[in-house]
């Protein structure tokens, strides 16, 4: 069991990672091996000390060459759901099952927004992962709500199982699939249904589904666990970066403005502190 996995590879995680490796604990830093988009994006950070006048590509080449030299490998994948455990938690992502005690939620701001019902119905006919939960729909008819080609191979997977595949693809350059794959032409507005989904509504009529893959590059927090305590689709936590939610921390841009570096990467390391004297507790018998 880990101690930690640190989900998102911003400045808030790689900033976690870097801490919680000083401090000897075993973790892991799962998100995107290359980072994050963001970090890349900047044309010039003049705010970040020790690094003046840095490039966006510049700060993510500085922060890859710090993890690889404290040896902290990422795990390249993204979290699609946090259970509770009586251990601590399973923090599910495409290739594993990651048994951990604390993890520490550090996805920046979600750029896309839930469709309705996309929340409601999230673990009853709504999943975003076709791989952990593709097999669940053999033989059925689903609805893929696609955000990017680079989630593609996705709707390949689900095509192996589902009878029909209704792709809603909402960017350019729609690649070919399996005969069992319909490219609807409609945007899907709601998710609709009784005790699970039943239904995708559209722009242009209704299409009766038994399940919703909602493929987009990654999900923050507020999606993949039940229970957290947010305010205007922030993560609310106290000085200590602690959640309403024992053991689960949250960092950087996902716990609210501003959007900065330096507040992202004090953040990670405001919560890898915490999730040590979380760690200590626990072993101590405290609560
Ligand atoms: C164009 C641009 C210019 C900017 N310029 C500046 C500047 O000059 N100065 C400054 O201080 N700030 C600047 N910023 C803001 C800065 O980039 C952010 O504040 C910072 O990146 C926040 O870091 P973060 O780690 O909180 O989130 P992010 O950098 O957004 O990283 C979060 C990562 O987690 C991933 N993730 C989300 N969900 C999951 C999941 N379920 N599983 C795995 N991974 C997941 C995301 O895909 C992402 O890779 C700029 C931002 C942009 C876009």
Not at 50 to 75: C, H, K, N, Y
């Amino acid at each position: 069991m880990y101690d930690c996995v640190v989900i998102g590879t911003g400045a808030a995680g790689v900033s976690a990672a870097l801490t919680l490796k000083s401090l000897d604990k075993n973790f892991i830093l799962l998100g995107k091996a290359s980072l994050s988009v963001k970090i890349g994006r900047a044309e010039v950070v003049k705010n970040y000390p020790g690094l003046p006048s840095v490039t966006g590509a510049g700060m993510r080449d500085a922060f890859l060459a710090q993890l690889a030299a404290e040896g902290i490998e990422i795990l390249n994948g993204k979290a699609t759901g946090i259970f509770k455990t009586d251990g601590g938690f399973t923090v599910a992502c495409e290739s594993a099952a990651l048994e951990c005690r604390t993890v520490i939620l550090a996805g920046g701001v979600e750029a896309i927004k839930p469709i309705a019902g996309e929340r409601e119905f999230l673990g009853r006919g709504v999943s975003y992962c076709a791989t952990c939960d593709g097999f669940l729909y053999r033989g059925k008819d689903i609805a893929a709500v696609v955000y990017s080609k680079d989630e593609e191979h996705e709707v390949e997977f689900l095509a192996k199982f589902a009878a029909r595949v209704c792709l809603f693809p909402l960017y350019k350059g729609v690649g070919e699939f399996a005969d069992n794959v319909e490219i609807m032409s409609g945007r899907p507005l709601k998710i609709e249904g009784g005790d699970r989904v039943e239904r995708v509504v559209t722009d242009g009529g209704e299409i009766a589904v038994d399940g919703v893959f909602m493929l987009k590059d990654a999900t923050a927090g507020v999606g993949l666990l039940n229970g957290l305590k947010t305010k205007d689709g922030s993560i609310t936590v106290n000085r200590g970066c602690e959640t309403n939610i024992a053991g689960v921390f949250a960092a950087g841009d996902c716990t609210g403005r501003p959007y900065q570096y330096a507040k992202a990467v004090g953040e990670g390391n405001v919560a890898a502190h915490s999730v040590n004297a979380y760690l200590a507790r626990l072993k101590r018998g405290e609560k």
